[in-house]
């Protein structure tokens, strides 16, 4: 029995990161399809492309959960690392291979990634904690909170490092750099390809950002349902089994 559930939680773990992998490659091929088909307008591409990887994370998610209830439980921080890792190992694979076909800027995304796994582990930490204690309502909202300032983080840092706060204006076009006082607002930019209605980040700022971090947060959000549903499913404390009732003695 111990085994079987050794074996079902390794599985769990490692199937999840490539099927969120799949999820935003099916996302984005329904997306171009619908392009196609509908015609669809530019500024509705990203919008719809991250609904619909929200749509198949939460899928996956539901699948997660299910199983994640039967799988070894731990603490919650092992918890925490058992999930993280995989991803961490799936992202390293994927750049390898992007990067022996010739991709460029493929180091350039480490450090943003890497700050993004390191933050997720301290979010499902968190919220495994929560969920062990049977808060889980708390475990959810911290750990969606904690796992939205991962990628928020991860966005701004890979940002930061690629586009200047500063570049001289050629020819009359806007300048190829990105003012810092919108950060707050590029993970969210990424996904909706919007200003929301503030002065920044600008137009041009908005398509250096998504040129340079798109698929990304796209990834980050495939991710989230799965990760935040399988820590707080493991943690939560199983079910108490009911009282059987003392048998009535016999009358005599």
């Known amino acids: 029995m111990v ?34 088909w509908l015609e669809m307008r ?25 199983a994640a209830r039967r799988t070894v439980r731990v603490g919650a ?20 291979l992007l990067a022996a076909r010739g991709e460029s800027r493929v180091g ?5 990634v890497l700050l993004w796994l390191a933050l997720l582990v301290a979010a499902l930490w968190v919220a495994g904690g929560l969920a062990r204690r ?7 909202l911290a750990g969606l909170l904690g796992a939205l300032v991962a990628a928020d983080a991860a966005v701004v ?6 586009i200047p706060a500063g570049a001289p204006v050629a020819d ?28 920044r980040p600008t137009g041009w700022e908005r398509f250096l950002i998504t040129d340079r971090v798109l698929v990304e947060p796209m990834f980050y959000l495939a991710c989230t349902p799965y990760v935040l549903a399988y820590a707080i499913a493991a943690a939560r404390p199983a079910a108490a089994a009911a009282p059987v009732p003392a048998p009535v003695p016999a009358l005599a």
């Open 157 to 162: 840092l890979a940002v930061v490092t690629s």
């Open 108 to 112: 350039e995304k480490a450090p943003g």
């Open 134 to 140: 049977g808060r889980v309502r708390a475990a959810w």
């Open 77 to 96: 921080l092992p918890t925490a690392l058992g999930v993280v890792l995989p991803i961490a190992a799936t992202v390293t694979a994927t750049s390898a």
């Open 172 to 199: 009359g076009l806007p300048p190829d750099s990105v003012d810092r006082t919108s950060a707050p607002l590029w993970l969210f930019t990424c996904w909706t390809d919007s200003s929301f209605g503030l002065p």
């Open 3 to 36: 085994t079987r559930r050794v074996a079902r939680t390794a599985g769990v773990l490692l199937f999840a990161p490539p099927a969120c992998l799949a999820v935003l490659v099916a996302a984005a091929a329904a997306m171009a399809l619908a392009h196609g």
């Open 42 to 66: 530019a500024a509705a591409q990203l919008p719809a492309w991250s609904a619909l990887t929200a749509l198949l994370g939460v899928a996956l998610a539901l699948v997660v959960a299910r």
